[in-house]
């Protein structure tokens, strides 16, 4: 029976790991949630803030619908050292029914204080 060899990805694995304690600054992730949000033809990402302190994303602004709300959240998700988003985006056509005294963001509405990615 012929030996199996480690893939390539495997092989060099190790050389594309981050050290532990390793955390990304703060400034790459908010610039590359920014450049997510405004890759997306489909988002008007011009009204929408990005803020990020130890790996925490902030969204807030304004955005056309709750479609562009979660759009929005699930680009900011997907970059590597974002830890947590919190969605503070506020919907232009309304559509949103804020129960009194709830907190804001779109993970707020689904009953969690944040998203944790």
């Known amino acids: ?8 990805l495997e092989e060099y ?13 703060d ?3 908010v610039e590359e949630v920014r450049r997510a949000l405004e890759d997306d033809v489909g988002l008007d990402a011009r009204a929408i803030r990005v803020a990020v302190k ?3 994303v902030t969204l807030a602004g304004t955005v056309r ?3 562009d709300m979660q759009r929005a959240e699930a680009h900011a998700c997907a970059v590597a050292g ?5 969605n503070e985006l506020q919907p232009l056509d309304g559509t949103v029914d804020r129960d009194e005294g709830a907190e804001a963001g779109a993970a707020a509405k689904m009953g ?6």
């Open 1 to 8: 029976m012929p030996e199996s060899r480690p893939s390539m």
């Open 13 to 25: 694995a190790s050389e594309v790991r981050e050290p532990a304690g390793f955390r990304r600054p």
């Open 27 to 29: 400034a790459d992730i």
């Open 54 to 56: 130890d790996g925490k």
């Open 65 to 67: 619908n709750c479609a």
């Open 82 to 86: 974002a830890q947590s988003v919190l």
């Open 112 to 117: 969690k204080p944040d998203y944790e990615c």
